[in-house]
């Protein structure tokens, strides 16, 4: 989930109002930038009618958990359990709740949407008056063995029989994000050359979620030579290990007959990178940026005025969700391989080590499993 921070809408008060629970469950809590830990919490109950209660079977961490505990995002509160992904089975279900009953094993989107407002019928999700982006960020996340759903109806999917854990919680995030944020924003079309800067998850759902358009080549920019290899496998026609910008640069404009690329795709999130995207661009292409920025990026509006470029931004909306739900069930998108450590709920800390050290590791994207699930 990927984007520049904002200030966010409030959240009605009936959905962040402190309950009393006797119940307690295992939960990773964020204590403010750079603290976090696993501890305690009251187990969450139903606050309203639309709500679904989920036992957490398998979970997962976002590089946009590593921007809140950066300080990259500082409307997350102290106290929160993060999370914003995963898989689980209804435990409970509120009165006006109809789509789904305890037992039912469903997938979590990473919006949360309310299916009623003025955003939510333009199908902009992510905005939605009532939700949005709110789990692992305006109220407590995933990353616990329970969780509580609003608007249970429209914020969650039946897992279909025979699709595994690993490549459902890879669709409660990164691949809609990659694909709607970087694909279909960066209107990729056939015959296109397009560049990816960022080889993490992210960069890699845009790349697999790109092959549906048949690009004629796709070029991989990132500093890990590790990731570049799994991006070739997954059909990038080019990796480029970023080292100098210039040297970078140099290597795009050679590889596209000096022309630049149709779609450039920020993926990472640093200036550096949104600067890269302006440069190796194409006139009359698309800069589309996925990544979350937690700081001011120069717009080079004196080289790209004349230059016919579209530039988009946004969270994902996870609008997709069905279509690549149907390309799981059909053998059309295979991410699994995107997931590369597992751990169990109470290792945790060790989950976030971890991933936090990826190039050395070699990770892209762990699975966190609730054994008591």
């Known amino acids: 989930m990927k984007s520049t921070v904002r200030k966010e809408k409030e959240i ?8 009393q629970a006797t119940a307690e469950m295992n939960a990773l809590v964020y204590h403010g930038p750079g603290k976090r830990s696993f501890e305690k919490k009251a187990k969450p109950v139903l606050q309203a009618a639309s709500d ?6 398998r979970t997962t ?3 946009t958990d590593l921007h809140i505990l950066k300080g990259d995002v500082p409307t997350v509160e102290e106290g929160r359990v993060l999370g914003h992904e995963g898989v ?3 435990d409970e279900v509120g009165e006006a709740v109809t789509n789904f009953k305890p037992g039912d094993r469903v997938l979590i989107s990473c919006i949360t949407a309310c299916g009623r407002c003025g955003y ?3 199908a902009m999700y992510s905005h939605c008056e ?3 982006w709110i789990l692992g960020h305006k109220i407590d996340g995933t990353q616990a063995e329970f969780v509580r759903i609003p608007y249970g109806d429209t914020s969650l999917y039946r897992i279909p029989e025979g699709l595994s854990d690993d490549a459902m919680i890879l669709l409660s995030d990164i691949l809609p994000t990659g694909f709607e944020c970087g694909v279909l924003n960066g209107k990729i079309q056939p015959g296109d050359s397009v560049a990816i800067i960022g080889a993490g998850p992210i960069g890699l759902a845009s790349l697999i979620t790109s092959l549906l358009y048949s690009p004629s080549e796709i070029i991989m920019i990132d500093t890990d030579a590790n990731r570049l290899n799994v991006a070739k496998k997954f ?4 990796g480029i290990q970023a080292k100098e910008e210039s040297d970078t640069l140099e290597q795009v404009m050679k590889l596209t007959n000096g022309k630049g690329v149709n779609v450039a795709i920020e993926a990472v999130g640093i200036p550096a990178t949104f600067e890269l995207c302006q440069k190796v661009i194409a006139p009359g292409g698309h800069i589309a940026n996925v990544g979350v920025h937690g700081k001011s990026a120069a717009l080079h509006l004196e080289d790209l005025w004349s230059k016919n470029i579209t530039i988009t931004t946004g969270l994902v909306d996870t609008e997709t969700t069905p279509l690549l739900l149907k390309m799981l069930e059909s053998g059309k998108l295979k991410p699994e391989a995107l997931v590369t450590h597992h751990f169990k709920m109470d290792e945790m800390m060790k989950a976030y080590d971890t991933f936090g050290n990826a190039a050395k590791e070699n ?10 699930a």
């Open 12 to 19: 009605p008060e009936a959905y962040i109002r402190p309950v």
């Open 52 to 57: 679904v209660i989920v036992r957490i079977e």
């Open 61 to 63: 961490i976002c590089g």
């Open 88 to 90: 689980g089975v209804v």
């Open 120 to 122: 939510c019928k333009k």
């Open 130 to 132: 009532n939700g949005g």
């Open 235 to 238: 059909g990038a026609t080019h």
């Open 363 to 372: 990770v892209l994207k762990v699975a966190i499993e609730n054994p008591a």
